[in-house]
């Protein structure tokens, strides 16, 4: 059986393309998640290693602290001292150097930076990691690309090569330092050195600074009496004497510190790696499994492909098989010959998988270096699982072909050159499952419902998983209908459309098979569209009432603030303005602004409950959502009692209409007021900025810029939610079309099986189509007869998925933010957002895919002649 296997696939090669690219794309799929995510922890231990490349022993402190004690990085830094005062640890026989990495983060300033024109420019507030030095620099990790290293004792530096590029500093560049304390000082430094830039993941994020011990200590003082925080370190790297026992000296180290109750462990760089990457690949870890379930999913729909592929294998030999079992072989070593076909097909697609993985990321990976600006990325590929990953792929093809090879013995000679009867609802079998599908899905459904209203994810998620194998189950019982339906629009096409409605649902088990495959991928790319846009319209609402203003500018007290509203206004992206004039100040010394009703309607977002009805009403006013009782503001020196209308923004000024402000005694001029010190001064009028709907991250970022510029005022005195909305959009658009390109791969896989399919009808209908073709059917006809057969199992499947995904989508939704809607005051039931466009694109682009999948069935079916066609049996 295993000579008939090996000649199967050495004379008929293109028989076995399209199972072979199933498993390939499944593995592949299933191989890179392995493979990212050891090519994550390599990376994450090339980076934890490379501040303990040069020293020779480490120690790294735990995670508990006696309550009498040092926290362990504190005591660690104690123990080891300074080269001009040592501590015991460097003090321990064997040691020749002991260097605590301590890091501070300090501020930068007055950094030359060289701008349009030329002439240098202060670029302050930003922060650096600064570290102290060791007597040998490069135990530090510190690997020098220019310059020298600072001398002992002076205000001497050496910055990283990154952050000299970007702030314009060279050797001999001057700066500022200082500990950001409240009484801290300016120290001014000289850079003498440039470094390569640290790959530790704790320092390679901010600009990196290292200078003598001396420096370190002189900007740590926080006030005049010149204190300092006590110093804490991550580790401390020992340098060893020549010739001194490595374990000896580790056993003394780790004596002195247990004899200190110090929790901290001495071991070598390779072995602190570790033991630090053990803590980190939880991430890693989770990120595999993520990628784990997309693979599974695509080598799910891959067993359905590998199924039908093998039928259609089974329907091109079954002269031959019903030959061999006429000559002699048995039922089983028949069933056998089918499995190893499987075995081997399984084998070489799941090889080449694993293979074009592992030769993608190698290559991808130093690619990706530049433009991620990670030196340390490693490409890692762990054998185990990559193995596993082959094993998982040939299993997989194994046991799709079991249903093919138990088909090909279910007859015997005598009747396999006809067709074997299919499992319908009305067989026992049939009526089985579908009863049972039944049961699943609307007893499923009914669960994930009530588990999505309750806020129980349990019974949600289990209940969704159990309506999804349902659904699955009653594929055969509504997509054949479903599909004879659709296939009324292609009676236009004459002929050909009405033999392509009666042959897509010839074999409805087959063609029910064909569609699950592809209805589970649109099905799980609808679901993820559906939510995804769900939860940013319920996001752009919490923060429509969070920042129930896009935009707020505070101008200085003497601007024309009409004025400036008209440029502003006129801005391309900004919608409306409203001017919010200081009239008074509230119970506690907070700014109360009047402002023009309608105006104040245009630029709210959005409110909490009935907000938005309230807003402007006599005796009210917008107050933050924190001041539940009534408001007591002072304008022209009389208290009025007012009533808030919530909105929970994070500002604590309150606005009310200029008619309300003028009943009070208003005069329609900027007041002055006390504020909650008591010191007097005069309230900045506001501009209330909404801003145009589909602007983007980058847009905002400019138009905030712009706004600053037009109405003369320093950008951070531009405020408001519409830059988070926007990156709160963006965050979701991401993630959200890196799922659907993951979930791309299982459609993929999915349309080879609608090829497949096509095939298979192809073969079975040789002599149908030749006696067409005999009767008047052109070539033309024929190839869209099998087009338009496509077209209909793919867009009725990709159709009836849309329609399962809104619902699991929204069911989804309603577990996820029921609760935070309800809080907002939009009721409980959240309403779905379906992208109805997208939606019609996926029916689209699968109808489309379909049709492409039948340009080589197609040209099959009219390779042979009609005379050719009816000689076949």
């Not at 922060?127 to 040998?136: G, H, I, N, T, Y």
């Not at 088990?509 to 699950?516: C, D, H, L």
């Not at 391309?572 to 200081?582: C, I, K, L």
Request: aromatic fraction near 4%; hydrophobic fraction near 50%.
């Amino acid at each position: 059986m295993l000579k008939i296997a090996l000649s199967q696939l050495r004379t008929h090669p293109r028989r076995y393309v399209s199972v072979v690219l199933a498993i390939l794309i499944g593995t592949l799929f299933l191989a890179a998640s392995f493979v990212v995510s050891s090519s994550a922890q390599a990376t994450l231990r090339a980076s934890l290693g490379a501040t303990y490349a040069n020293a020779d022993l480490v120690a790294v402190p735990g995670g508990t602290a006696d309550s009498q004690q040092d926290s362990p990085d504190v005591a660690l830094s104690r123990l080891t001292g300074t080269a001009a005062k040592p501590g015991e640890l460097a003090k321990v026989d064997g040691v020749a150097e002991a260097y605590a990495a301590e890091t501070d983060y300090v501020q930068v300033s007055d950094t030359p930076k060289t701008d349009d024109s030329g002439s240098a420019a202060l670029d302050g507030g930003e922060f650096s990691a600064l570290s102290p030095l060791p007597e040998q620099a490069d135990l530090a990790g510190m690997t020098l690309a220019e310059g020298r290293t600072p001398e002992a004792g002076t205000r001497q530096v050496v910055v990283d090569t990154t952050t000299a590029d970007r702030l314009g500093l060279t050797l001999g560049s001057e700066f500022s330092l200082e500990s950001g304390g409240p009484e801290s000082q300016s120290v001014q430094v000289t850079v003498v050195g440039l470094a390569e830039p640290s790959a530790d993941p704790r320092l390679s994020a901010l600009p990196q600074t290292w200078g003598p011990q001396s420096l370190v200590e002189e900007v740590r003082q926080t006030d005049a009496e010149g204190t300092s925080p006590d110093p804490s370190a991550s580790a401390v790297l020992f340098r060893l004497d020549d010739g001194a026992d490595a374990g000896a000296v580790q056993q003394r180290l780790q004596s002195l510190l247990d004899g200190q109750k110090v929790d901290a462990t001495v071991s070598t760089p390779d072995e602190a790696v570790r033991a630090q990457l053990a803590d980190s690949s939880g991430g890693t870890d989770v990120f595999a499994w993520v990628l784990g379930g997309f693979a599974a999913l695509a080598l799910l729909v891959t067993a359905l492909v590998i199924a039908n592929t093998f039928q259609v294998l089974v329907a091109q030999r079954t002269r031959e098989l019903a030959l061999l079992r006429t000559l002699g072989a048995s039922t089983r070593q028949v069933r056998l010959s089918v499995l190893l076909e499987g075995l081997l097909v399984g084998l070489i697609g799941s090889v080449l998988g694993t293979l074009l993985a592992v030769g993608l990321a190698a290559v991808a990976i130093p690619l990706l270096r530049g433009p991620l600006n990670l030196s340390t990325l490693t490409f890692g590929a762990d054998p185990v699982r990559l193995l596993i990953a082959a094993g998982v792929g040939v299993l997989v093809a194994v046991l799709a072909s079991l249903t093919p090879a138990f088909a090909a013995t279910r007859v015997s000679p005598l009747q396999a050159l006809q067709p074997v009867p299919e499992v319908t609802v009305r067989s026992r079998g049939g009526a089985v499952r579908t009863v049972l599908g039944a049961v699943l899905f609307f007893g499923g459904t009914a669960l994930m419902l009530w588990g999505a209203f309750g806020q129980s994810p349990v019974p949600a998620i289990g209940g969704g998983m159990l309506s999804f194998i349902g659904m699955l189950m009653l594929a055969t019982v509504f997509v054949p209908p479903a599909v004879s339906a659709a296939g009324l629009l292609a009676r236009p096409a004459g002929v050909p459309g009405r033999l392509a409605a009666v042959n897509a649902v010839r074999h409805r088990s087959r063609t029910a098979s064909t569609a699950a495959a592809l209805l589970i991928g649109t099905t799980l790319v609808t679901l993820f569209l559906v939510g995804g846009r769900t939860a940013q319209v319920s996001t752009d609402a919490a923060l429509d009432t969070e920042y129930p203003v896009d935009l707020s500018v505070t101008l200085a007290a003497d601007a024309d603030a009409e004025a400036v509203a008209k440029r502003v206004g006129d801005l391309t992206d900004v919608q409306a303005v409203a001017v919010a004039t200081p009239v008074g100040t509230t119970e506690n010394g907070s700014p109360a602004y009047a402002v023009d009703a309608d105006g104040l309607r245009q630029v709210i977002s959005g409110l909490p409950g009935d907000g938005m009805s309230r807003l402007g009403d006599e005796g009210t006013v917008l107050a933050p959502s924190w001041v539940e009782d009534d408001v007591t503001v002072t304008v022209a020196g009389k208290e009025a009692t007012l009533h808030p209308v919530g909105a929970n923004s994070l500002e604590s000024e309150v606005y009310m209409t200029d008619t309300e402000a003028t009943s009070l005694g208003w005069d329609g001029k900027a007041v002055t007021g006390e504020a909650s010190d008591g010191a007097e001064a005069t309230m900045a009028p506001r501009l209330l900025v909404a801003t145009a709907d589909d602007v983007p991250v980058t847009g905002l970022q400019d138009l905030t810029q712009e706004v600053a510029r037009a109405a003369d005022v320093d950008p951070g005195s531009v405020t408001g939610g519409a830059p988070m909305r926007a990156l709160y959009a963006q965050i979701i658009d991401t993630m959200l079309w890196i799922v659907v390109a993951l979930l791309a791969v299982s459609v993929a896989i999915a349309l080879i099986g609608v090829a497949n399919t096509l095939s298979l009808s192809a073969i079975e209908r040789t002599r149908e189509n030749a006696l067409l073709r005999a009767l008047g059917l052109t070539k033309g006809g024929l190839r869209t007869m099998i087009a338009l057969e496509a077209v209909l199992i793919a867009a009725v499947a990709a159709a009836l998925g849309c329609a399962l995904g809104v619902l699991y989508g929204w069911a989804g939704s309603q577990l996820l933010l029921g609760e935070l809607m309800d809080s907002l005051g939009r009721g409980s039931v959240v309403a779905p957002a379906v992208p109805w466009l997208e939606l019609l694109l996926i029916v689209g682009v699968a109808a489309l895919a379909g049709l492409l999948a039948s340009v080589m069935p197609s040209r099959r079916a009219t390779r042979k002649t009609p005379v050719e066609g009816l000689a076949s049996v």
